[in-house]
């Protein structure tokens, strides 16, 4: 189970919100007091922190730059209500990897922190090309080759293509794929994926030892014959 350590001090938003990733699997630590955090973060081992930079004692400014001391590593989302350009670039030199202002939404808080535990999962791919059949897939690039012919991604089907490839040979859900890329399963965001799958079989279509198959009421399944 992935832990989050959730700083925010307001009482009936905290609560909101740690029910809401509870509810996802998450384990939560909610603090209130930026105080208290250090302290949490060494016996807690979170693997993200989600930090209000307006709480007493500690800001989540400061405390950002104490956690990236200890653990450079460690993935930090900021919330702010503050909304000017100098705060937004100061929460990225306190070492966020994102920045939230408020008020948001559950969902959107949801996705952003899937996608960077996404991209900090060691079983993640990882920036550097790798071979899809005769495809190149250069994700850090949003493009795929293949003879020397590039097709350009956009994020969502970037994010697509990731999922699958992580996940070959293997049945992949259709609402684990809705959950991590639109972060619901709404019957509007479900034809949009059928939009998407549509699109990489296209993109796929030169090379037919890539197998894009639908598993009806499932999901799908993702292969490449050797």
């Known amino acids: 189970m992935r832990k989050i350590l959730y700083l925010e001090d307001e009482n009936y938003l905290g609560k909101i919100v740690k029910e809401s990733?509870?509810?996802?699997?998450?384990?939560?630590?909610?603090?209130?007091?930026?105080?208290?955090?250090?302290?949490?973060?060494?016996?807690?081992?979170p693997d993200i922190c989600v930090l209000d930079v307006m709480v007493p004692n500690i800001d989540g400014f400061t405390l950002g730059k104490s956690i990236k001391a200890k653990n450079p590593d460690m993935p930090i989302i900021y919330l702010t209500a503050k909304t000017q350009t100098e705060d937004v670039l100061q929460g990225f030199k306190a070492g966020g990897n994102d920045y939230i202002k408020k008020p948001f939404s559950l969902e959107e808080l949801i996705v952003r922190i899937e996608n960077i535990l996404d991209l900090n999962n060691k079983n993640e791919i990882k920036l550097a090309a790798i071979m899809l059949g005769a495809y190149t897939f250069e994700a850090d690039k949003f493009r795929l080759t293949i003879d020397k012919k590039e097709i350009k991604l956009s994020h969502r089907e970037n994010e697509l293509i990731k999922l699958l490839a992580n996940n070959q040979n293997k049945q992949i859900d259709r609402k684990v794929i809705l959950k991590k890329l639109w972060g619901d399963d709404s019957l509007y965001n479900s034809r949009n994926l059928d939009v998407y799958i549509r699109k990489l079989r296209v993109y796929f279509e030169r090379d037919p030892s890539i197998k894009l198959v639908t598993l009806r009421g499932v999901g799908y399944f993702f292969s490449i014959d050797k």
Request: no cysteine; aromatic share 12%.
């Open 21 to 45: 990733l509870s509810s996802r699997g998450y384990e939560i630590k909610l603090l209130t007091d930026g105080a208290s955090v250090m302290r949490n973060f060494d016996q807690f081992n």
